[in-house]
């Protein structure tokens, strides 16, 4: 048997209930018919979630600066919409867009929602921008760390936000 119809067979057990999946691969030419499986995309998901479990993060994308990324640390002194904010620098107000992400805008369903749930994570507190980029409008494209290490970026993915 190669390799490809033996990992075809191992997601199929996978997919099945434990009795079944014991059967099937114990005797892989078991009509299809007797396998009683559920769909494979939750178990496709669950295994490619795995090594994000794992990993030192708490998501997909890391929130361990790159070692040559700029960073900055200041207050939040404005919030433009859900995943544009203003961050004090240097005695100014630095535009930054979160990195990777993209929340609705303000005339859109859940814009204000976003905006809203971006003011209570960070408004007024002091955070650290992790710069990426600059985008065509001269902000800073970046990841925004909260005091308490989490990442704005990620909050608002995990809110169903952007």
């Known amino acids: ?6 990992f075809d067979m191992l997601l199929e057990a996978l997919c099945a209930p434990p009795r079944l999946a014991a059967r099937m691969l114990r005797y892989p030419s078991m009509p299809a018919y007797l396998r009683h499986r559920l769909p494979l995309a939750p178990v496709l998901v669950i295994l490619c979630s795995i090594p994000a479990i794992l990993s030192r993060g708490h998501g997909f994308i890391s929130t361990v600066p790159d070692a040559g990324a700029a960073s900055y640390t200041g207050k939040v002194v404005g919030i ?18 979160l990195w990777g992400i993209d929340c609705p805008e303000s005339h859109q369903a859940f814009g204000t929602r976003a905006k809203q749930s971006t003011s209570h994570l960070a408004f007024g507190r002091e955070v650290k921008a992790v710069v990426r980029d600059t985008d065509r409008y001269g902000r800073t494209v970046g990841e925004v ?13 995990r809110a169903g936000l952007a």
């Open 1 to 6: 048997m190669n390799g490809v119809r033996q």
């Open 80 to 97: 433009t919409d859900g995943d544009t904010l203003k961050v004090m620098h240097a005695g100014e107000p630095q535009r930054v867009r």
């Open 145 to 157: 760390i909260l005091p308490d290490g989490r990442s704005l970026n990620h909050e608002l993915v």
